[in-house]
Nanobody, 128 residues
C-alpha cells in the first residue's frame, strides 16, 4: 500500500520561499507519476506541477519561473521548491501519485481524478 506524507508548509511573507517534501512509502516512486495540487478556501483542488518518470516537468502558468517540482528516486521523495511566493499561492498543498503509464505524458496527468494516492496535505499561507 502506498502512503504519502507531506511536510514543509508554513506561513511566510510575500517574496519568501518554502520547500515542500512528499515522502512515499510502500513502493518506489521511480515508476510513479507524481504531482502537487493546491486547494484554496472555496475553490476546487487544482494542479500546480507534475513530473513523469523521466523527470519531465510541467507547471501551471501562475507558478512558472517561481516553483520547481523535482523528484529524488533514491530518497523516494517528491519536492516542490517555491520561490517569490505571493498571497494567491496560499492554500492546502497535497502531493499525489499513481503508477505511471502513457496517461502521465498527456493532459490526464493534470487531472485530480487520475491519481489514486494522496497525502494529507500541508498548509501554505503567504501574507502580503
Amino acid at each position: 500500500q502506498v502512503q504519502l506524507v507531506e511536510s514543509g508548509g508554513g506561513s511566510v511573507q510575500a517574496g519568501g520561499s518554502l520547500r515542500l517534501s512528499c515522502a512515499q512509502s510502500g513502493y518506489s516512486i521511480s515508476t510513479y507519476c507524481m504531482g502537487w495540487f493546491r486547494q484554496a478556501p472555496g475553490n476546487e483542488r487544482d494542479w500546480v506541477a507534475v513530473i513523469d518518470t523521466d523527470s519531465n516537468t510541467r507547471h501551471t502558468d501562475s507558478v512558472k519561473g517561481r516553483f520547481a517540482i523535482s523528484r529524488d528516486n533514491a530518497e523516494n521523495t517528491l519536492y516542490l521548491q517555491m520561490n517569490n511566493l505571493k498571497p494567491e499561492d496560499s492554500g492546502m498543498y497535497s502531493c499525489a501519485s499513481r503508477y505511471s503509464g502513457s496517461w502521465c505524458y498527456g493532459a490526464s496527468a493534470l487531472r485530480v481524478r487520475e491519481y489514486n494516492y494522496w497525502g494529507q496535505g500541508t498548509q501554505v499561507t503567504v501574507s502580503s
